[in-house]
């Protein structure tokens, strides 16, 4: 199925009815149908007709509507970086810190690795991003790539789960609200920049056509022989390239390389359960610390409180603010626990068979899952934020608890959990199985084969 911002559909026969042609064949990355995209005019986006994950999005002047987007999302983070972030005034004590101060104040507290983190997830990374964006599109305008542009352009699927500007936006929001009582508190200029080049950035996410882009920079070469669209690509030993999307065939051993972009390409991603179990084990027993240690303590006259997550919700309910408390304890405790059950859940029922209806509900459940889990990072940025911010000795001051650490380490191994679980698995058939390969069946996590029987 294919439907564009103008409404305009585009039949499913397009997709499923077998043609001659062996170009434009994608196979989806999350079902595993194998479809033959149908002409797209700007506006209009394919989608599978199986699962209805979008195959292709076509932009109008895509090259110029990318590169607009991040030539102004990087004179925002200039901006962002130059100007004072937040400044707050207390008992006669005054403090402004610039957006970097978020970071390098965890370094000085002992917690290099949060406080790195916070660094790449909001400005390294993100900038790195950004400029691969305009040299790729440089090129492209030009018409000529630019020198290794077909790696950066294998690096930039890579990037966008990592990104988290617009967490930061939230996060700072509940840390004003946070301090806003017990201290007088100013925007910045800067902060204003940020709240800009967050939009920028996701507008250029947004904006980046992978299958233009990959067409542009180095053509579409033609499917493999006797591709039958309709059809799992793995029953054809076909496999789509999760970078540039091109259809390839396998080799003997169900391995292979992309021979357009040179992405390694497996039958399924190999040992996607069992990394995918073992992630979420490790990120179980981080957040037992993560809740039982304090994540902040604040120090109020030479007093100091400690304070964990469930502790800071309660404070923002006893103050009466029930919509911060519920978007921390979201945030902070529903979002991760319930990542580590949807993902073990689907761990379990992936090895079932079932209806249409049932794997529907899996692969939503999947996106959902995948989509939400960077937005645990809200506490985390709290804590740089109130760190930075806060600190006139023993008059008025935060310092970063165990439980930061601990909490930064569940939110990055449920990421990688959500990442490793390979979503094709929901659609696979048990009946699909003996009729593959035997250097196919091992790579299988239905009934793995050694490798000497494949002799």
């Not at 997709?15 to 797209?40: G, I, K, Q, S, Y």
């Not at 039958?267 to 179990?277: A, C, G, V």
């Not at 319930?338 to 209806?357: D, M, N, P, Q, Y």
């Not at 001051?397 to 490793?420: D, N, Q, W």
Request: charged share 15%.
């Amino acid at each position: 199925m294919a439907a564009g911002k103008s409404d305009s559909d585009i039949d499913k026969t397009s997709f499923l009815t077998p043609r001659r042609t062996r170009r434009r064949l994608r196979a989806c990355h999350e079902c595993d149908l194998l479809v033959a995209l149908p002409p797209l005019h700007p506006g209009e986006r394919a989608s599978c007709p199986r699962c209805g994950h979008t195959l292709s999005h076509r932009h109008f002047r895509p090259a110029e509507r990318s590169l607009a987007f991040a030539i102004s999302a990087l004179m925002a983070l200039a901006a962002a970086l130059y100007f004072p972030f937040i400044s707050f005034e207390a008992r006669g004590v005054s403090n402004a810190i610039h957006l970097v101060d978020t970071s390098a104040s965890l370094v000085r507290f002992h917690e290099p690795f949060v406080g790195m983190l916070v660094l790449l997830t909001v400005v390294v990374l993100p900038t790195v991003y950004l400029l691969a964006v305009v040299w790729l599109h440089l090129g492209l305008l030009q018409r000529r790539p630019l020198p290794r542009s077909y790696r950066i352009a294998r690096a930039l699927s890579h990037l966008g789960p990592w990104m988290m500007a617009d967490v930061f936006v939230i996060g700072a929001l509940v840390s004003l609200i946070k301090i806003a009582g017990m201290a007088s508190v100013d925007l910045g200029l800067s902060f204003w920049a940020f709240c800009v080049y967050a939009l920028l950035l996701l507008l250029t996410t947004r904006s980046i056509d992978t299958d233009w882009m990959w067409f542009s920079l180095v053509g579409e070469p033609l499917a493999p022989e006797g591709c039958r669209p309709g059809q799992p690509a793995a029953e054809q030993k076909l496999t789509g390239c999760p970078t540039c999307g091109l259809v390839n065939r396998l080799g003997h051993f169900g391995r292979g390389r992309c021979q357009r972009c040179g992405e390694p390409l497996r039958f399924r991603s190999p040992h996607s359960l069992q990394k995918t179990w073992a992630l979420l084990i490790a990120a179980t027993l981080c957040y037992i610390p993560a809740n039982l240690y304090p994540i902040m303590t604040t120090t109020s006259l030479g007093n100091e409180t400690p304070s964990t997550i469930i502790g800071g919700v309660m404070i923002f309910l006893g103050h009466g603010d029930w919509p911060i408390a519920l978007v921390i304890f979201t945030a902070s405790v529903v979002v991760p626990i319930g990542k580590v059950f949807a993902l073990g859940w689907l761990c379990i029922t992936v090895r079932r068979s079932g209806e249409s209806e049932f794997k529907h509900k899996r692969q939503k459940l999947y996106r959902i899952t995948e989509l939400i889990g960077r937005w645990s990072m809200i506490d985390v940025f709290v804590v740089a934020i109130l760190v930075s911010l806060v600190h006139a000795g023993s008059l008025l001051a935060i310092t970063p608890g165990p439980a930061a650490l601990a909490f930064s380490a569940v939110v990055i191994i449920t990421m990688l959990a959500a990442i490793s679980f390979d979503p094709r698995l929901i659609w696979d058939a048990r009946n699909m199985q003996p009729h593959m390969p035997a250097a196919l069946k091992r790579q299988s996590p239905y009934s793995p084969v050694k490798e000497a029987d494949d002799a």
